[in-house]
């Protein structure tokens, strides 16, 4: 076991040691089982290994070249504009 010292503010460090007095549990205790809830509560956010990730696919760039890209999308305005009235 690892010992450690830490601050706490007065009013937390009181109320703190009256939890633990009136649970006849040390305040070492205490702290402990908050850690523990604390992180159950909040795992870790990084992947654990053989997690499951979502995959990469790389589209391999555009295939379409961008000029004519952009006369299917003027032929597609004319044509809606067409059928809308």
Not at 58 to 82: C, F, M, Q, W, Y
Request: glycine share 8%; charged share 25%.
């Amino acid at each position: 076991m690892t010992r450690t010292q830490i601050q706490l503010p007065d009013e937390l460090y009181q109320r703190a040691k009256t939890f633990a007095a009136q649970r006849e549990l040390s305040l070492a205790e205490v702290t402990r089982r908050g850690l523990e809830l604390f992180l159950a509560r909040f795992p870790s956010s990084e992947p654990q290994p053989g997690a499951w990730r979502l995959p990469c696919v790389d589209g391999g760039g555009i295939k379409v070249p961008l000029h004519t890209l952009r006369g299917i999308v003027a032929d597609d305005e004319t044509n809606r504009s067409l059928t809308d009235r």
